[in-house]
């Protein structure tokens, strides 16, 4: 085991992996104060891994960087790529 304080950049991972749900959720208030939408939503499934989910009534309000991945009845869902 390493000890914590040895290196910034595996306090920051571990800290990620304890807190992993946290973390999605301060990203998605995030976005949502960036963005101004206040219906985004983040989660996740099996087929696209993690996304962006935009009311359809908002959805002309996502960002140019946002690529639509999924359409819904009642929402789009986006990805953000690396």
């Known amino acids: ?3 914590e304080g040895y290196s910034a950049e595996l306090d920051e991972w ?3 992996s304890a807190g992993a749900t946290q973390y ?3 990203l998605e208030i995030r976005e949502r104060e960036a ?3 206040d219906t985004l939503k ?3 499934n099996a087929v696209h891994g993690y996304y962006i989910q935009i009311s359809q009534g908002q959805a002309h309000k996502a960002p140019i960087h946002y690529v639509r991945r999924q359409t ?3 929402a789009e869902r986006y990805i953000i790529p690396s």
Do not use: Q
């Open 72 to 74: 819904l009845k009642n």
């Open 1 to 3: 085991m390493i000890a």
């Open 24 to 26: 999605l959720e301060d």
């Open 35 to 37: 963005t101004g939408i």
């Open 14 to 16: 571990r800290s990620l």
């Open 42 to 44: 983040i989660g996740f």
